[in-house]
């Protein structure tokens, strides 16, 4: 594809977008239910945008009970060649205060009890997660948001963690002693589904808090969170905006990972065992292949 349609999946505190033309309103159906919110699809300095609030309409839904497979199903059903992803995250690191940006490009994933794949019983795959982010698109935005001259890390680990509750201290000093940059509720199961789509995905982590590490006595709470979220709100539609002028003039080639092609080598169950019925479900991510 040379055009560029371009997902955003907004966390905590980006629940619209500004400056759309040509907008309207989707309800969406996937095999695996309704996403999130319906879809509003619209254009951003001519490069078409496909936007869905991760947590649904005034923030219902938490980071556990987000229906991530219906999510990704649906922005890929909607034509999106990419998905940027905007998210809260709290900070690991001295160096990463409240207001910072992390463009991340690793995950350990911490959650459980998560549907994490589209594949299943009947139909097996196995896809590289490596590298689990767009190098491209990651570059993209870091790029854009220094041009907006917003404070942006490129690249950090997020540990994900199930939630809701923040962290315990010694899960916090933990996680700094791993090496750790940033810690979230909801890139996983995001990003391995994006790349089981063969969706190019990255993701800007915004700092809103320290965690709780600090020898300060201060601990992560909704209110310091949202005394934060408004302005990394700000910063992060700048940089959606430029991030759009790019791209305007940029036509769109294929992921320099390899991800548009990522299931060529993925499935292992043989054609004559697989499930019809989970086939049929897959034809909407995995249709390429199938």
């Known amino acids: 594809m040379t055009t560029w349609t371009l997902g955003i999946v907004g966390g905590s505190g980006l ?9 309207c309103t989707e309800t969406a159906e996937t095999p695996w239910g309704a996403p999130s919110a319906p879809l509003t699809r619209g254009r951003l300095n001519g490069v078409e945008l496909v936007f869905l609030p991760r947590h649904g309409a005034g923030h219902a839904i938490p980071p556990s ?21 905007v ?5 690991l690191r001295e160096d990463l205060p409240p207001g910072h940006f992390v463009m991340v490009d690793q995950y350990v994933d911490r959650t459980v009890g998560r549907e994490r794949s589209f594949f299943g019983t009947g139909c097996v795959a196995h896809v590289p997660l490596a590298q689990p982010v767009c190098s491209r698109l990651a570059t993209l935005a870091v790029d854009a948001g220094e041009a907006e001259g917003i404070p942006v890390t490129r690249g ?8 809701p509750q923040f962290s315990t201290r010694a899960e916090s000093e933990l996680y700094r002693k791993w090496g750790m940059d940033v810690i979230g509720m909801t890139n996983m ?16 982590a915004m700092v809103t808090d320290y965690d709780c590490w600090r020898d300060d006595g201060d601990s992560v709470d909704v209110a310091s969170v949202l005394a ?11 940089l959606l905006d430029r991030l759009t002028q790019t791209l305007s003039t940029s036509p769109r080639t294929s992921s ?3 991800i548009e092609t990522c299931l060529d080598n993925a499935i292992i ?3 004559t065992a697989r499930d019809p019925a989970l086939v049929t479900r897959l034809k909407g991510v995995a249709g390429r292949v199938l």
């Open 189 to 204: 199961p995001e990003a391995r589904l994006a790349r089981e789509a063969e969706l190019p995905y990255a993701s800007i």
């Open 87 to 91: 998210s809260a995250c709290g900070s």
């Open 256 to 258: 320099p990972d390899g």
């Open 15 to 23: 629940y619209a977008l500004d400056g759309l033309t040509e907008v």
């Open 228 to 238: 934060v979220m408004q302005s990394n709100t700000g910063a992060a539609k700048r």
């Open 269 to 271: 169950t043989p054609s």
């Open 65 to 85: 009970d987000i229906p991530y497979r219906a999510n990704i199903a649906a922005l890929k059903l909607a034509g999106c060649t990419d998905i940027l992803s």
């Open 156 to 163: 950090g680990t997020y540990l994900a963690m199930e939630g």
